[in-house]
């Protein structure tokens, strides 16, 4: 995946943000993460590109499972694949018609309608393109991903002590045993989201990475302590979920998946940054 890879080099690690440099990578191991979050959010299966979950009134596409929302549509999570095709077609690659030509709108009304064309030529059509622009989609990941601490710090206010708190434990994270922290950060934004949006909360409680940030203590294991606080954060999103959500069904999954960051199957395999 060198296109990501060479992105991730030019947004990421040309420049320093707060006066602090993440750690660099090879692009093996964006590889690593590209293929990481394609098996947390599909199991690396072409079929699950695209899905549309029961209980939810959105399908979710691609690697990264990106939300479109249809005509008039308001929710508390944030749309992406509106932006992620505008990202595609603004480095050249063909969006299908049929999506250039929704002026943005998901054109199923409903979980029973998407998956009664799973096997129809549009779905089929968007399978294959997603699974053959995967490195794209890692490149819109990643850019993302470099607008995250940006965000939370302009949401989280002028206190001082706050933004120092989530600036440190950002880059505590990130070069946490060189490429997992940076796994870590960028699969959670891309998972749940940084935590600035005011409407992706539960009761006025957030779980995004900001509050992730906020609620942990670096010491002298950051990615443990950010897994314990991620955990801690999804547990009192799913008290907070309103009941016909029922997201106690996905919590253990959820768990599991930041259990990845510790545990990082393969980890041995691929080369690690000596910076």
Known sequence: MPGAAVLLANLLFASSIFGRDYPALEPEQVNW?????????C?????CLTSWNAGEDFPSLGIGHFIW?????QDIFTESFPDLMTFMASRGIEIPRWIASSNGDAPWQNREQFQAEYHQERLSELRDFLLRHRQAQMAFIIQRFTASLDAILVETGPELEEKTRLENNFYAVANAQV????????????FKGTGA???ESYR????????????MDAGPEPLA??????KKMLTLRVANAPEDRQEQRWLKGWQNRLDTYLELPGLQDI???QD
């Not at 199991?43 to 079929?47: I, L, Q, T, V, Y």
């Not at 929302?69 to 549509?73: E, H």
């Not at 490429?179 to 891309?190: C, K, Q, S, T």
């Open 204 to 215: 006025g409680q957030g779980w995004g990475l900001r509050q992730v940030l906020l609620n």
């Open 179 to 190: 490429p997992a922290g940076m796994y870590a950060l960028i699969d959670y934004v891309n």
């Open 271 to 273: 080369p690690h940054s």
């Open 43 to 47: 199991n690396s299966k072409p079929e």
């Open 225 to 230: 302590s950010f897994v314990e606080s991620a």
């Open 197 to 199: 949006s005011a409407t």
């Open 33 to 41: 993460i590209a293929d990481r979050i394609f098996a947390n959010e």
């Open 69 to 73: 929302y249809r005509q008039d549509q």
